[in-house]
């Protein structure tokens, strides 16, 4: 490879490791209130283009739960119907990600084994 191949790989690899340490920031971002609501705008829209989003959000501390506190969040604005279409984008965000996590190979299983878990015990006596 000539040099200027060269240069351009090792560029191309330093914006690949930018990109992967921006999903970082932004999966550790959603354990933060005051920071979730733009990180899950950011990770939902770049869930497609970045492949192994599944698998960070699921090993990452508090991640999961931070997704499904957005979900519960906005029980009581359903009965009576009072939500906002900023509210409902929120949660959209947060379920395209888990999604993400249901949808990967990696995660799928582990995340299906986690839900069913979680009914079970929740519906035992």
């Not at 200027?4 to 490791?17: D, I, V």
Request: hydrophobic share 45%.
């Amino acid at each position: 490879a000539s040099g200027r191949q060269r240069a351009s790989l090792a560029t191309l690899n330093m914006e690949q490791q930018d990109d992967r340490d921006k999903i970082f920031a932004l999966v550790a971002d959603l354990t933060n209130p005051e920071q979730r609501e733009s990180a899950l705008l950011e990770l939902s829209k770049r869930r497609e283009a970045f492949a192994d989003l599944a698998p960070i959000l699921w090993h990452s501390f508090g991640t999961i739960a931070a997704l499904l506190q957005e979900i519960v969040s906005i029980y009581p604005l359903l009965s009576p119907p009072s939500l906002t279409a900023h509210a409902s984008n929120r949660v959209c965000n947060a379920l395209a990600l888990l999604q993400c996590v249901a949808s990967h190979p990696e995660t799928r299983t582990l995340f299906l084994n986690g839900a069913t878990g979680r009914i079970l015990n929740a519906n035992m006596p």
